[in-house]
């Protein structure tokens, strides 16, 4: 099984010269947790969280309507190409402790993005789904 098999394809994007409060606003639409940033070329820049708006913004008394996301987003990503293997997307997954992991092709270009509820759903695998669940959230508990 690969990447394309498991991924959500064309998920919502912003630009990196959008502000914060558009991404909270798509997040909210889309009822998602991360927005991937992609520039006018369609390449992949960035990433924003649910919890990067809110360390970095609202914990630091930023505006959401004058922050751009080039100031908030994560740009050290961890990606996938639509044809690597899905275990050892799930290995990267459990060894960056990250929760979702964007799909781009050859060119950087974004294709799709991976999360835990794609692979709780589309995986026919529930203990290796439970024991990435199980891995991340440990992870994730002790930093």
């Known amino acids: 099984m690969t990447c394309s098999d498991v991924m959500t394809k064309n998920p919502k994007t912003c630009a990196p010269t959008d502000n914060v409060q558009q991404a909270a606003q798509a997040m909210k639409s889309e009822d998602v947790g991360p927005i991937p940033i992609v520039g006018d070329n369609g390449k992949l820049e960035g990433i924003i969280t649910d919890r990067d708006i809110v360390l970095k913004v609202v914990a630091?008394?930023?505006?959401?309507?004058?922050?751009k996301l080039t100031e908030v987003m994560t740009t050290d990503l961890v990606t996938c190409p639509p044809d690597g293997d899905i275990e050892e997307t799930l290995d990267l997954m459990e060894d960056n402790q990250v929760r979702r992991i964007p799909v781009v092709d050859a060119s950087?270009?974004?294709?799709?993005?991976i999360s835990q509820a794609d692979i709780a759903t589309r995986l026919d695998d529930s203990e290796k789904t439970a024991e990435l669940v199980e891995d991340?959230?440990?992870a994730a508990a002790s930093s």
């Open 60 to 67: 630091e008394g930023r505006d959401p309507k004058t922050t």
């Open 136 to 138: 991340i959230s440990k």
């Open 108 to 113: 950087g270009r974004l294709v799709g993005i």
